[in-house]
T-cell receptor
Framework: TQLLEQSPQFLSIQEGENLTVYCNSSSVFSSLQWYRQEPGEGPVLLVTVVTGGEVKKLKRLTFQFGDARKDSSLHITAAQPGDTGLYLCAGDNNAGNMLTFGGGTRLMVKP | DAGITQSPRHKVTETGTPVTLRCHQTENHRYMYWYRQDPGHGLRLIHYSYGVKDTDKGEVSDGYSVSRSKTEDFLLTLESATSSQTSVYFC???????????????FGPGTRLTVL
């Protein structure tokens, strides 16, 4: 079974601070996705990274896929209360349209 | 938003009773999935379907069965509910595109199930 470990599990910061969330595995993934989930709703896709070393930016969010395609990070610059939520990484091992999800990082940004 | 609905949205039941959760999509996507979400575990795949009457087990399939008689509906059944099946259940859909390296999964709003 492929595992994805996310860290930290919980993060509480003040508005304006920067943060980084990590997603690590000993397995190689063909791609990795990041989702955000708000209370009472299902996860929503933020980004997909495919190429080792790839960096994608989505406004204040920067996503990076490790060179060996085993890990990824999400960096948020100048966090805002609207960034509060559960962030999930999910790896695709290219074996039949199935994703392996990490345990999630619960982020709270206080005004 | 992808057209995915789940019913019921909330259910409280007693140990030993059968429970069926329904996922309905209007997107005509071929793949449908059932996940459960528990604190610290992220989302764990229970069963998935890759077409009408075509289903397969996921990571945590024990105690669950599924059926898909129509493209738009995917049912998850707990034959005899146990307290360990108290969780939030999410349905997701995806449609593989030829030449795409990966596919997006679209999630429903979830069903909160409590087994007493």
């Amino acid at each position: 079974t492929q595992l994805l470990e996310q860290s930290p599990q919980f993060l509480s910061i003040q508005e304006g601070e920067n943060l980084t969330v990590y997603c690590n595995s000993s397995s190689v993934f063909s791609s990795l996705q990041w989702y955000r989930q708000e209370p009472g709703e299902g996860p929503v896709l933020l980004v997909t990274v495919v190429t080792g070393g790839e960096v994608k930016k989505l406004k204040r969010l920067t996503f990076q896929f490790g060179d060996a395609r085993k890990d990824s990070s999400l960096h948020i610059t100048a966090a805002q209360p609207g960034d509060t939520g559960l962030y999930l990484c999910a790896g695709d091992n290219n074996a039949g349209n199935m994703l392996t999800f990490g345990g999630g990082t619960r982020l709270m940004v206080k005004p | 938003d992808a057209g995915i609905t789940q019913s019921p949205r909330h259910k409280v039941t007693e140990t030993g009773t059968p429970v069926t959760l329904r996922c309905h999509q209007t997107e005509n996507h071929r793949y449908m999935y059932w996940y459960r979400q528990d604190p610290g575990h992220g989302l764990r795949l229970i069963h998935y379907s890759y077409g009408v009457k075509d289903t397969d087990k996921g990571e945590v399939s024990d105690g669950y069965s599924v059926s898909r008689s129509k493209t738009e509906d995917f049912l998850l059944t707990l034959e005899s509910a146990t307290s360990s099946q108290t969780s939030v259940y999410f349905c997701a859909i995806s449609e593989p595109w030829a030449g795409h390296l990966t596919d997006t999964q679209y999630f429903g709003p979830g069903t909160r199930l409590t087994v007493l």
